[in-house]
């Protein structure tokens, strides 16, 4: 055999080469933290399936933004858990709740740290869906006057950002003409254009408390099985306003980002769900992985696969280990 000509593993033999020729590069200013805010005070509740994740009430967030900010991460995003559901989810769009108030109180002491608030209604409701439901059928239409009624909400209180997560047609259009009609034409919409119906949301819906009571959510969130309406997804949220395009979930999906990233320059966020934290979690508390190694891995997969900004869990821990 002739002696090889190309030997790749020059460029490997350090640790100062390898950093060199690195192709893709994980920032802390990548990453996006989820909180879920509660009523009351003093209120720091774990959540059993997500170690190291805990509902927060208002009084507690200063604290984490400033630690947020220490470490560098740029942006939050506010799930809230009320404490009243009824079958529209009224509560959702009570300047009173949770989640305004949250802003509001983020915004105040720390306005450089950007506030992006979920906008859906599956917590708020008595049945745990994202729309207005009769006889068992979730309403696209009527539904989207409760999201821009939300959204309205967030902006109100300060929100730099809102994300529809509902997945219901039209809603990034419904939002966008509410918020400039109503003065907010600054506020960002984040749009979760390629939301799969996931097994890999279990533990959020224990800590948001959203779990529909009857059905699943497949006649509004995406086939796993498809790809291509993934584009049709996107296309259609941008010619509706969207200033930010998201897939959800992110490590079972990377393909779907890699092929939303080559189909539009917008920028790109994907969401690096429960299911995918819990399961590193539990796998390095039984010792099976490097949970370091493996957070960092996973969330560079991500990076590589094309996403400008990764909404996950691990955001705290992994601005810690980051270079």
Request: contains cysteine; neutral net charge.
């Amino acid at each position: 055999m002739p002696f090889p000509e190309e030997r790749p593993r020059r460029l490997r033999r350090s640790s100062a080469l390898r950093r060199m020729v690195r192709e893709t590069e994980l920032k802390a200013a990548d990453l996006i933290y989820p909180l879920f805010v509660v009523n009351g005070r003093g209120v720091k509740k774990a959540v059993p399936s997500m170690p190291g994740i805990h509902q927060l009430s208002v009084d507690k967030l200063p604290a984490e933004a400033k630690e947020l900010q220490a470490l560098g991460i740029p942006a939050v995003l506010l799930f809230g858990v009320p404490d009243h559901k009824d079958a529209l989810g009224s509560a959702a769009w009570d300047q009173a709740g949770a989640v305004p108030r949250a802003v509001s109180a983020l915004k105040d002491r720390y306005p450089e740290l950007v506030v992006i608030t979920d906008v859906c209604l599956c917590a708020y409701t008595d049945h745990g869906h994202c729309g207005i439901v009769e006889k068992d059928e979730i309403l696209n239409d009527p539904t989207l006057e409760l999201l821009a009624k939300i959204a309205l909400c967030h902006a109100a209180a300060g929100a730099d950002m809102v994300a529809p997560s509902d997945m219901m047609d039209g809603r990034v259009a419904a939002l966008r003409a509410a918020l400039d009609r109503e003065g907010h034409s600054h506020v960002a919409i984040l749009s979760y254009a390629v939301k799969y119906a996931s097994a890999f949301y279990g533990p959020f819906r224990q800590a948001a408390d959203c779990a529909p009571s009857f059905g699943d959510r497949a006649a509004y969130q995406m086939d796993p099985a498809n790809g291509r309406e993934a584009l049709r997804e996107i296309a259609l949220d941008l010619q509706e306003g969207a200033d930010l395009l998201m897939v959800k979930p992110a490590l079972p999906y990377l393909d779907i980002v890699r092929r939303v990233r080559e189909a539009s320059p917008c920028p790109l966020a994907a969401y690096n769900v429960s299911g995918e934290y819990a399961m590193i979690k539990a796998a390095a508390e039984r010792g099976w992985l490097d949970e370091r190694r493996a957070v960092l891995e996973a969330l560079l997969s991500i990076k590589r696969a094309g996403a400008d900004l990764i909404i996950t869990y691990h955001a705290m821990e992994a601005a810690r280990w980051l270079p």
